[in-house]
């Protein structure tokens, strides 16, 4: 494994989007696969997530199997150790409090924050299918994410084009390899 890239952001925002375009743009990444105890959406690609009961990802996290793991509005995400032999740019698509973990064990990983204003987060997650009380749920919790990012200096992206800012975002990932 040579680079680790933490992409962070408000749930909404496009960061799944983003990360589906970089990895198929750029052979040299791959994608993590986190474990999540949360139900499947309607909108969740089939290879978006493991989904595993609580039993399952405490086992897994004892036996020290999360690089990073984290709980959010009530479920755990973890992200699974990575292979050593992994010689792709590693992406991970996590919480902020995730990226922390990380930069703790990793210094030389990259952080980027995807971002959005609230006005778009809440017409994007009105889209996605969320209902009103988890809808203002994830808008506080974004403002907690966006002062952690900050506190973590995380590059901020603005993803109000999506071109733009997977653009932006390679360009930054392709800079970081030299």
Sequence with gaps: M?????????????????????CERDPELVVSKSWTTRKPRADDREDSYFFVDDETFLKHKEEE???EWNEFLG???GTPMPDANEERDLILEIDVSGGRQIINRHPEAVLLFVDVEDSEL????????????KIEKRILEAGRE???AKELNYKV??????????????ET???ARL
């Design 65 to 67: 199997g999360f690089i």
């Design 157 to 170: 992206i603005f993803n109000v084009d999506l071109e733009k800012a997977t653009r932006e975002i390679h």
């Design 122 to 133: 809440r017409k994007r997650l009105r889209q996605r299918g969320d209902d009103v009380d």
């Design 173 to 175: 990932i392709l800079k």
């Design 146 to 148: 966006r002062q952690e």
């Design 75 to 77: 479920s755990m995400y």
């Design 2 to 22: 040579s680079l680790i890239v933490v992409i962070s952001g408000p749930g909404g925002v496009g960061k799944g989007t983003i990360v589906r375009e970089l």
